[in-house]
């Protein structure tokens, strides 16, 4: 077993405790990174709070967002979760087939969320509206920003997880970790996304 | 042991729990958009219906998703969610009172 060298005396502890999956410091440890991650995110929504109204006689909220691609989005990025969600039941159960394929579904529709994301960023900034133009586009740009980069890290993290599942690790319970971890971040930012389409798109338009 | 093993596994979600909290979060997600594009409500109540939407559906997504519960073996974790969600709570509501204030007595509105 040489990958059972890579790892750390925690794991390789837990690895003599036969099937039983136990919740890992290490994913208490990743649970606590989360929630600094809550304390950011927190901040950035402080400063949306407070220069939501600067428009630096720029376009309002309710000139540029359309609630029709952010149902979209918000329907796309509730799907994943529910994939994903799907995944880790089909890991529980050792299916690696069903694990694969539907986190290929997640990952396709987590893709496509950032599609749509850069899509709309792209056109806002082609019209001259860019997180230059005044102080609210610039805070919109910075929190709806955090987020795309947030879920794109996640997109990196699942194909490599991917991969390293087709390799030797299989379904170890070193993967089962992983898989624990980047469910608590995928999850997570559905809840962050909660946050972004009632504080910035809808009450942007209200 | 075994029956050690099936709370284990609650803890872990099942299908019928994710589809519950699916069925939940759409419900929730429609009625925000349907609050905002139905212009029924005072633009201060949409707010405030908003607002209390989104806190059901992440307590939701807390329960059903991230599997977040009172049992011993979480209880580090529901601590540690309670003083982040403290945390930000002062974050938000501090500079909003603060920042209110300032532009209130700096007359820069």
């Known amino acids: ?206 | 042991m075994a029956q050690a093993h099936t709370a284990h596994d609650s803890s872990h979600g099942s299908y019928s729990a994710y589809l519950i909290g699916f069925v939940l979060a759409v419900i929730l997600t429609v009625a925000s958009f349907a609050a905002v594009m139905a212009h029924v409500l005072p633009p201060s109540m949409t707010l405030a219906a908003l607002t209390f939407l989104a806190v059901v559906q992440i307590v939701v997504h807390l329960v059903f998703f991230l599997h977040l519960n009172t049992s011993s073996e979480q209880s580090w974790n529901l601590m540690c969610f309670i003083f982040a969600a403290a945390s930000v709570i002062v974050i938000i509501g501090g500079t909003i009172f603060i920042m209110h204030d300032t532009a209130i007595n700096m007359m820069s509105r």
């Not at chain 1, 039941?89 to 987590?110: P, S």
Request: negative net charge; glycine residues 8%.
């Open chain 1, 1 to 206: 077993m040489a990958h059972e060298a890579t790892m750390s005396p925690l794991a390789h502890a837990d690895d003599h405790g036969g099937e039983h999956h136990h919740e890992t410091p290490n994913v208490f440890g990743f649970w606590l990174y989360l929630m600094t991650d809550c304390v950011l995110f927190g901040s950035i929504f402080a400063a949306f709070a407070v220069l939501r109204n600067q428009y630096a006689g720029g376009p309002s909220g309710k000139e540029l967002f359309d609630l029709t691609n952010v149902g979209i989005e918000t329907a796309i990025l509730l799907f994943s979760s529910i994939t994903y969600g799907f995944a880790s039941l089909n890991a529980l159960a050792k299916n690696k087939t069903m694990v694969l394929v539907w986190l290929a579904v997640t990952f396709v529709l987590g893709a496509s969320f950032v599609g749509l994301e850069v899509n709309e960023f792209t056109s806002m900034i082609a019209e001259g509206n860019g997180p230059d133009r005044s102080a609210f586009l610039s805070a919109f740009f910075t929190l709806v920003g955090t987020h795309g980069l947030h879920v794109t890290c996640g997109l990196i993290w699942m194909v490599v997880l991917m991969v390293q599942m087709m390799g030797p690790q299989d379904l170890s319970e070193r993967m089962m970790n992983k898989l624990a971890c980047l469910s608590l971040f995928w999850h997570f930012l559905d809840i962050v996304w909660i946050c972004v389409f009632s504080f910035v798109y809808l009450a942007g338009v209200m």
